[in-house]
């Protein structure tokens, strides 16, 4: 969807120190930790001695790699939504081959990457009301996925498949704010919840009656 920033200029400029390659093993072996911490308890429940112990490193040697909790949540979601842009590839620019099995390719390719990492979005979605840091990353990564859709759904419209109507950014907004609450039911079993078998099919059909008011979108 977008060229994939480098895992190490992002945790950088989150707050991990410079100097230490994005490949350290015992960088790698922190995220991994709190990777699997997260899938067994809240995010408020993990300790900077937990993450330490379970990379098998010192407490002040933990910070040499991160000044903070925060700074390894943030360096996850990072990883994920970089794995998120590599996974969408060229699937956009390809889409008047065939409008709907791109556009199903793309939120199933969102999907499995979510899927996988579906502790650290879980747990990211959760502070986001209180954590400013994660509320403005997950908000600049929303903002390049908006313009991504809205691009599509412009050159769309240009070439006769899709109707004109409401503008092409408020309707990218509406349809990526559905597929984050969408998702994040059905991760974390939150109220009524669309079954995982289901889930991308079901959002598929609304993306395309929400373009093409319709869900067979005209062939190229």
């Known amino acids: 969807m977008t060229q994939a920033r480098t895992a190490a200029g992002n945790a950088t400029a989150r707050g ?5 390659s994005a490949g350290d093993e015992r960088e790698l072996a922190i995220l991994a930790t709190a990777e699997r911490l997260l899938r067994q308890r809240a995010v408020a429940d993990i300790s900077v001695d937990d993450l330490a112990r379970g990379a098998g490193i010192s407490r002040p040697t933990f910070y040499f790699y991160f000044p903070s909790k925060d700074a390894v949540l943030l360096t996850l979601l990072d ?10 590839g060229d699937v956009l620019e390809r889409l008047a081959e065939d409008p709907r099995a791109r556009w199903r390719e793309l939120i199933h390719r969102f999907h499995e990457t979510f899927g996988a990492h579906r502790a650290v979005v879980l747990a990211c979605a959760q502070v986001r009301g209180t954590n400013a840091e994660v509320r403005r990353l997950w908000a600049s990564v929303l903002e390049r996925w908006v313009h991504a859709i809205e691009t599509a759904v412009e050159a769309e419209r240009r070439r006769g498949a899709a109707p004109d109507g409401v503008p092409a950014r408020d309707l990218a907004i509406a349809l990526n704010s559905m597929n984050e609450r969408v998702w994040y039911a059905t991760f974390a079993g939150d109220g009524p919840a669309v079954a995982e078998r289901d889930v991308v099919d079901v959002l598929l059909d609304v993306w395309l009656a929400a373009i093409y008011r319709s869900t067979a979108p005209p062939p190229a």
């Open 16 to 20: 991990r120190r410079a100097g230490r």
């Open 79 to 88: 990883r994920v939504t970089e794995e998120a842009d590599a996974a969408a």
